[in-house]
C-alpha cells in the first residue's frame, strides 16, 4: 500500500535535463519527447494515463478513446515541461514554508503523514531533494502564469467607461450627456450615388466646424432634424436614453469638443458634439469580506483529491475541530494562507466567476462546498458583508478587475501557445 501511495506522490515528476536522466530511464520506458533541457517519458505518460482512467472510474466520467487521450497527456506534458523552464529563466523564487505547506497537502490528500514522506519516497526510490524541487517548479509555474498573463491583458478607457456606465445603468445612476448634432438624412433604399452624396454634405459640415465656424451655425444651415433650430442640441439626457452609437463617440470627448468621424446611423449620417456631461455620484454596492482555503491540483494531487481533502477540512471546522483562520494557515496554497486565508473586501466581479457563484449565496459565517476556479480548488467562508458608497476613481478600478477577468482565459492561451511556439520541443519515436 504504501508503494502505491507514494507512487501517487511522484506521478508526473517533472523530469530533469536529459544528459542527467537517460540513464534513469526504467527497462521498457523511453523518451516521448524532449523539451528544452527536459524530458517527457512513456512511463509518465502511461502514469497519467491510469490516473486518469481511475479517476474517470471513481466519477463516472467519459474519457475519449485511449489513442486521444495519450496525445492530450503527451500536449499537457509539454506544456508543463515549456512552462516549467519558462518559470525557471524568469527566476521566479519560491521559499521552503511554501514547498513545506504545499507538500503537508499532498500528504494530507494521499493519506500519508507528513513524518512518513520522506522514508516512503526513499522506499519507492524517489530523491526527496529531487521531489522538492519538482514541488518547488509547479508553484513557480502558478506564479510566474499570474504575472505574465495579467500583463497581457490591456483594457481600454473606453472599455472602462463602457462598463461604468453599465453599472451606474442598472444602479439608476447613469452619467448623463448633453449632445448636439448635425444630420443629414439618407432615404431608405438610397442608391449609391445617394448615399455617396449625402456622406458628402456631412462630410462638408463636419469640416466647417472643425475650421472654427460655430457649430450652431452650421446645425442651422445643414441638420435635418427636428432640433436645427436650437443649434442641434438635443439636451442633457442619461446614456441608456440615447442611442449607444452617440454615446460610444461622445465618451471619450472633452466637453466642447467634436467628434473627428461621422456617425452613421439608420437615419443617416450624423456630426456629433458634446456639450456637457454629468457624471453620476457615487454608486452604492454590496462588498464581501471572505476567506478561503486553496489547494492547487497537481501532478501529485488530482482535482478530486483535493475536493476530498477540502471537504474534510470542512467537516473538521463545522465539528470545531480546528478554525477556518488554522486550516487556512496551515493548508492553504496562496499568498493569504498568512492571513488566514482572509481575503479583505472585494467589491462584485473583483473575484473569477466561479468563486463570486460560490460565495454570493452565502450567509455571513457560512462555507461554502469546495468548488474548482482556474486557481485550484477552494473552501470559502463569508466573513462578513457590507454597503459601500464608491466614487469615480474606485468604481473604475473595479470596473479594470471586471474587465481583466473577463480577458484572462483568451490571454492565458495566447500565453501559453506563445511559450511553446518559442520552445525546443523534439518528438521521439519509441525505440522497437
Known amino acids: 500500500m504504501a508503494g502505491v501511495l507514494l507512487l501517487a506522490l511522484a506521478v508526473g515528476a517533472p523530469a530533469q535535463t536529459a544528459a542527467r536522466r537517460d540513464d534513469n530511464l526504467r527497462p521498457g520506458d523511453y523518451i516521448v519527447a524532449v523539451v528544452n533541457s527536459e524530458l517527457v517519458t512513456a512511463g509518465e505518460v502511461q502514469q497519467r494515463m491510469t490516473r486518469a482512467q481511475q479517476e474517470a472510474a471513481r466519477s463516472g466520467a467519459r474519457l475519449p478513446p485511449v489513442d486521444v487521450l495519450r496525445k492530450q ?16 529563466d524568469m527566476g521566479v523564487k519560491i521559499d521552503d514554508a511554501e514547498v513545506d505547506r504545499a507538500i503537508a497537502n499532498i500528504a494530507a490528500q494521499n493519506q500519508v ?4 514522506v520522506r522514508e516512503r519516497l526513499r522506499a519507492e526510490g524517489i530523491d526527496y531533494a529531487r521531489f522538492r524541487d519538482n514541488i518547488r517548479d509547479q508553484i513557480a509555474v502558478e506564479r510566474s502564469r499570474e504575472r505574465d498573463v495579467t500583463a497581457r491583458i490591456q483594457i481600454t478607457d473606453r472599455e472602462v467607461d463602457a462598463l461604468v456606465d453599465q453599472q451606474r445603468a442598472a444602479a439608476g445612476a447613469s452619467t448623463e450627456y448633453d449632445i448636439a448634432q448635425v444630420l443629414v438624412t439618407v432615404p431608405e433604399g438610397a442608391s449609391d450615388a445617394v448615399v455617396a452624396e449625402r456622406r458628402e454634405r456631412a462630410e462638408a459640415a463636419l469640416r466647417r466646424v472643425q475650421n472654427g465656424e460655430p457649430f450652431a451655425q452650421v446645425a ?4 435635418e432634424d427636428a432640433n436645427r433650430a436650437n443649434g442641434g442640441v438635443i439636451g442633457m439626457r442619461p446614456a441608456e436614453r440615447l442611442p449607444d ?8 470627448l472633452d ?10 446611423s439608420g437615419a443617416g449620417f450624423h456630426v456629433i458634439k458634446l456639450v456637457d456631461r454629468r457624471d453620476a455620484g457615487a454608486l452604492t454596492i454590496t462588498q464581501t469580506r471572505a476567506r478561503h482555503i486553496l489547494l492547487r491540483p497537481s501532478a501529485q494531487v488530482s482535482q478530486q483529491a483535493a475536493l476530498r481533502r477540502l471537504a474534510e477540512l470542512k467537516s473538521e471546522i463545522a465539528a470545531s475541530k480546528i478554525t477556518f483562520e488554522q486550516a487556512a494557515r496551515e493548508n492553504s496554497e496562496d499568498a493569504s494562507a498568512a492571513q488566514g486565508g482572509d481575503l479583505g473586501w472585494a467589491s462584485p466581479g473583483m473575484f473569477v466567476p466561479e468563486f463570486e457563484q460560490a460565495i454570493n449565496p452565502l450567509a455571513v459565517g457560512a462555507m461554502s462546498d469546495p468548488f474548482v476556479s482556474r486557481f485550484g480548488a477552494h473552501l470559502v467562508q463569508v466573513m462578513d458583508r457590507r454597503n459601500a458608497k464608491l466614487e469615480a476613481k474606485q468604481l473604475r478600478e473595479q470596473a479594470r478587475g471586471v474587465l481583466r477577468e473577463q480577458k484572462y482565459e483568451a490571454a492565458y492561451a495566447e500565453w501559453a501557445r506563445d511559450l511553446r511556439a518559442r520552445a525546443y520541443i523534439e518528438m521521439r519515436e519509441p525505440p522497437y
Open 113 to 116: 503523514p507528513v513524518s512518513q
Open 255 to 264: 466637453p466642447g469638443a467634436v467628434s473627428p468621424t461621422l456617425v452613421r
Open 220 to 223: 442651422r444651415e445643414v441638420s
Open 73 to 88: 497527456i503527451v500536449d499537457a506534458l509539454i506544456d508543463e515541461r515549456v512552462q516549467i523552464t519558462n518559470a525557471r
Open 245 to 252: 452609437l452617440f454615446v460610444e463617440a461622445v465618451r471619450p
